[in-house]
């Protein structure tokens, strides 16, 4: 069973970072896109950025710049770095395998962004 688990939300001020990571078991990971993308309350859920097997990156337009997405093939782990947060960035984030014809996504973990 493929399980993805997110961590490392909190509560951060405007201008301050946070580093999320998610861990994926029940699959091999190495050769599968990963993606990170959130959903703020009222809204659908917005893609932030992705990266290939190999490293390639992908990213949005609104967090390019202050998100760096990286992956730890060794550790099935995918991490999103979000430096400059704003209001704005307030939401729950989910990370997301994607296997082609299954999407693979984790529970969330929350991001609130406030002084």
């Known amino acids: 069973q493929v399980q993805l688990v997110e961590s490392g939300g909190g509560l951060v001020q405007p201008g301050g970072s946070l580093s999320l990571s998610c861990v994926v078991s029940?699959?091999?990971?190495?050769?599968?896109?990963m993606g990170w993308y959130r959903q703020a309350p009222g809204k659908q859920r917005e893609f932030l950025a992705r990266?290939?097997?190999?490293?390639?990156?992908i990213y949005a337009d609104s967090v390019k710049g202050r998100f760096t997405i990286s992956r730890d093939n060794a550790k099935n782990t995918v991490y999103l770095q979000m430096n400059g947060l704003k209001p704005e960035d307030t939401a729950v984030y989910y990370c997301?395998?994607?296997?082609?014809?299954?999407?693979?996504w984790g529970q969330g973990t929350q991001v609130t962004v406030s002084s």
């Open positions: 029940g699959t091999i990971f190495s050769i599968y896109v």
């Open positions: 997301n395998l994607d296997r082609g014809s299954t999407q693979n």
């Open positions: 990266i290939t097997g190999g490293g390639r990156t």
